[in-house]
């Protein structure tokens, strides 16, 4: 399950970095949010899908899950929600100001 995962991943990965790669700002941020998603699922990968008791303090079971990678990935969850947010706002507020979303144009003139 874990290899399905990781490939599952790694198309991610690939689809993020061309969408980062493109001119238009939207997809840009598209690629952000595609490219933690699959950070999300490389953790949770590299974690391995264990199967135990919660860690609480009992008596019943012998095995218990690390919770620390799932602490991880829920702040990362978060961050990256704050982060796309974030990015949409910017974008939208450039779209606003500039009347374009275009790269190439926001880059500005060449004797500036």
Do not use: C, W
């Not at 974690?47 to 899950?65: F, V």
């Not at 990678?69 to 796309?84: G, Y």
């Amino acid at each position: 399950m874990e290899t399905f995962i990781i490939i599952i991943s790694g198309i991610l990965y690939t689809i993020a970095v061309y969408l980062i790669l493109n001119k238009n700002f939207l997809r840009i941020i598209l690629g952000v949010t595609l490219f933690s998603h699959a950070t999300h699922l490389m953790l949770m990968a590299i974690n391995g899908l264990k199967k135990g008791n919660a860690p609480l303090l009992s008596e019943n079971g012998d095995i218990y899950t690390d919770p620390i990678p799932q602490a991880l990935i829920l702040t990362s969850i978060v961050i990256s929600f704050a982060l796309t947010a974030l990015l949409l706002v910017l974008g939208y507020r450039t779209y606003i100001e500039l009347g374009t979303d275009n790269m190439k144009k926001l880059k500005g003139e060449s004797h500036e």
